[in-house]
């Protein structure tokens, strides 16, 4: 007597959520040249035209993996008592993304801020420069700044990662710099953060 066949379990639903959380994966395992919309309807077992139901091609992908990220920003907001301390917080959260997701942070400092929660982060940041006390002009041009700080730090932040072995290169490289020689132990990737995150702290004290 043949044993009874196990029921398969249906496939998740496909959504853009799913859709971009797949993309993420695919991403991180291979870089952005690896995404396609052939190669991510095979990760989710589909038709590559079952995905034009949900997103706008490989643009409404990439969109979708911007919000991804920002909701991973924005879901469980680290505590934080008064607007600088909730602000310090959500840079560094910030730039934690850069190093979690090396290969796709580069989206969220290339690509125009569109998308719902890419929004939602500029907003809570501009609402929290405002409550610094930032008029609503001056809170989006502080935001701007801010922004492009963190972007730059995070997309150095992302290549260390990408590269650990690079720091040894570049600490040889900088010992027969007659300017950089005697920093050369200091080029490497622990110091960079080390010194980016002080950066950012000065400028958060300048508020």
């Known amino acids: 007597m043949k044993p009874p066949r196990r029921k398969r379990r249906p ?11 797949a993309a993420l994966a695919r991403i991180e395992a291979g870089g952005l040249a690896a995404l396609s919309m052939r190669a991510l309807a095979a990760d989710l077992g589909c038709e590559a035209m079952s995905l034009y139901h949900h997103v706008d091609g490989i643009e409404g992908v990439l969109d979708a993996v911007v919000d991804e990220l920002f909701d991973r920003l924005l879901r ?13 917080a959500f840079a560094d959260a910030y730039l934690a993304l850069a190093e ?12 125009l801020l569109h998308t719902p929660r890419a929004l939602a982060a500029v907003g809570r940041v501009l609402g929290l420069l405002q409550e610094l006390g930032l008029a609503q002009r001056a809170a989006l041009r502080q935001a701007r700044v801010l922004a492009a700080y963190l972007n730059g730090a995070g997309l150095a932040l992302a290549a260390w990662r990408l590269a650990p072995g690079s720091g040894r290169r570049s600490a040889q490289a900088a010992e027969g710099d007659p300017v950089l020689g005697p920093l050369a132990p200091d080029v ?20």
């Open 11 to 21: 496939a998740a639903p496909l959504d853009r959520n799913r859709i971009a959380r």
């Open 76 to 88: 469980d907001p680290p505590p934080a008592p008064g607007a600088r301390s909730s602000l310090a």
């Open 100 to 111: 979690s997701f090396p290969h796709a942070f580069p989206l969220l400092a290339t690509r």
């Open 188 to 207: 490497r990737g622990p110091s960079v953060q080390v010194d980016l995150k002080a950066g950012l702290r000065q400028l958060l004290g300048a508020l």
